[in-house]
């Protein structure tokens, strides 16, 4: 049980056009899912909460302009990285809770790179 | 705000020998504590959580970590590594009851296990 599952695993894309990645609660209904951004050999950092039906929060730094967070249904919270730049190449990894736990699950991550 | 202070960046252990990585973390009130795990190429796995109750907690594969208030500290320990053990190992901090809170992350330690 608890598995989030992301869509796609890893991107190319060229500088100045926008990704969305996908993530998903297969086996339980999330209240919340929680986007980091992850760059190499560094720890997680949280980006932004969001719960469904409800305007994401964002961490001090993340542009929600340029992060655009949609949590559309409690099983399905999406991230696109409008007009993307070199800069914003990285790793994102999104995690759900759900069912009054605080235990957060997390996907297997996307990686992005922006040509 | 809360920080995780992980001791060790690096960690390179034989075959049987035992473990344990520190985990530090600033904030005055009550937290929730996490450890979690990520083996190559794979996602982040919870390895053991502590919310209340008895400080030494129990995980997965041999894993436990002991709370303790007055240091601040969640270490984790294993009396016997194996090689399968390789990985980037997180502790991570929530503020308890803050189920809509996301994880602040420490920056993690790469545990390496000698044949």
């Known amino acids: 049980g608890a598995v989030v599952s992301q869509h796609p695993s890893w991107v190319i894309c060229k500088s100045g056009t926008s990704v969305k990645i996908e993530c998903r609660s297969l086996?339980?209904?999330?209240?919340?899912m929680f986007w980091y951004r992850q760059f190499p050999k560094q720890s997680l950092m949280l980006m932004a909460t969001?719960?469904?039906?409800?305007?994401?929060?964002?961490e001090q730094g993340v542009e929600k302009d340029k992060f655009l967070i949609n949590h559309a249904s409690l099983t399905l919270s999406t991230l696109t990285v409008t007009s993307a730049h070199p800069e914003d190449s990285s790793f994102y990894i999104c995690?759900?809770?759900?069912?009054?736990?605080?235990?957060?699950?997390f996907g297997p991550g996307t990686r992005l790179l922006v040509l | 705000a809360q920080s995780v202070s992980q001791h060790n960046h690096h960690v390179i252990l034989s075959e049987a020998a035992s473990l344990e990585l520190g985990c530090n973390y600033s904030?005055?009130?009550?937290?929730?504590l996490f450890w979690y795990v990520q083996y190559p190429g794979q996602h982040l796995q919870l390895l053991l959580k502590?919310?209340?109750?008895?400080?030494l907690v129990k995980g997965i594969k041999g894993f436990e970590a002991e709370f303790i208030k007055s240091k601040f500290s969640f270490n984790l320990r294993k009396p016997s590594v194996q090689w399968s053990d390789t990985a980037e190992y997180f502790c991570?901090?929530?503020?308890?009851?803050?189920?809509?809170?996301?994880?602040?992350f420490g920056k993690g330690t790469h545990l390496i296990i000698q044949p």
């Open positions: 995690s759900a809770n759900g069912g009054g736990s605080e235990t957060q699950y």
């Open positions: 086996d339980f209904q999330a209240t919340t």
């Open positions: 969001s719960n469904e039906g409800s305007k994401a929060t964002y």
């Open positions: 904030y005055g009130g009550t937290v929730n």
């Open positions: 502590y919310f209340s109750g008895d400080p």
């Open positions: 991570a901090v929530m503020i308890s009851g803050g189920g809509a809170d996301g994880l602040t």
